[in-house]
């Protein structure tokens, strides 16, 4: 599975957009984007994948560059409790999920 | 709908004790299963998979091992604790043809 950068750590004022970058500059052409979060002493939540088109759902949306070396994701509107490790990573569609470190989003009232 | 379940949610255990920790899925069949262990400050590490019942994929050579003998009840069990095997276990499920995988609560396990 390709590698992932994030930084490590990102502030975000409440009721604004949170966009959290990542670069996957290896990415194999049958790889998805997966995004997800992991509140404090809780077990991770799935978020948004994407391929190569953006993607938007509910909680999300991703934007993937198109020549797909990197993606953002934005939560349009962020709460605090949006604050949270949010993990980017890259696998095929029946790969495992092969976890970073992540960015600690903070976001503050 | 569909729900994990783990338990026990917190475990301390001496060295050299043995360990058994549960996950049971419901609302779903034949799902892939997963262990995971977050050390204290770091990512999650892939320990166990399973595809089916009586098949168990390791990940990392440890001192714990896996067990599926049900469909949806994956079992993550050590016959004596290192003090290497404190962190937060998670479990999960995903479909076969899905994208998403779902954690349950974890459990978090001290090893003193």
């Known amino acids: 599975d390709a590698k992932t950068t994030q930084p490590p750590s990102m502030d975000c004022a409440e009721g604004r957009a949170a966009n959290l970058p990542c670069n996957h500059s290896t990415i194999s052409g049958n790889e998805y984007v997966y995004w997800y979060r992991q509140i404090h002493s809780q077990g991770p939540q799935y978020i948004i994948h994407g391929l190569k088109n953006n993607e938007t759902n509910e909680m999300a949306s991703l934007i993937i560059t198109e020549d797909r070396k990197s993606s953002t994701l934005i939560l349009p509107h962020a709460t605090l409790r949006d604050t949270a490790v949010y993990y980017c990573?890259?696998?095929?569609?029946?790969?495992?999920?092969?976890f970073g470190q992540g960015t600690i989003l903070t976001v503050h009232p | 709908s569909q729900t994990i379940h783990q338990w026990p949610a917190t475990l301390v255990q001496p060295v050299g004790s043995p360990l058994s920790l549960e996950c049971t899925v419901e609302?779903?069949?034949?799902?892939?299963l997963y262990w995971y262990r977050q050390a204290a400050g770091r990512g999650l590490q892939l320990l166990f998979y399973s595809v089916g019942i009586g098949q168990i994929s390791s990940e990392v050579p440890q001192n714990l091992s896996a067990s599926r003998p049900q469909d949806r009840q994956f079992i993550l069990s050590s016959k004596k604790l290192l003090l290497s095997d404190s962190g937060f276990y998670l479990c999960?499920?995903?479909?076969?043809?899905?994208?998403?995988?779902?954690f349950g609560p974890g459990t978090r396990l001290t090893v003193t």
């Open positions: 609302g779903t069949s034949n799902p892939n």
């Open positions: 990573i890259v696998r095929a569609r029946l790969g495992k999920l092969t």
């Open positions: 999960a499920w995903a479909t076969g043809t899905g994208f998403e995988q779902y």
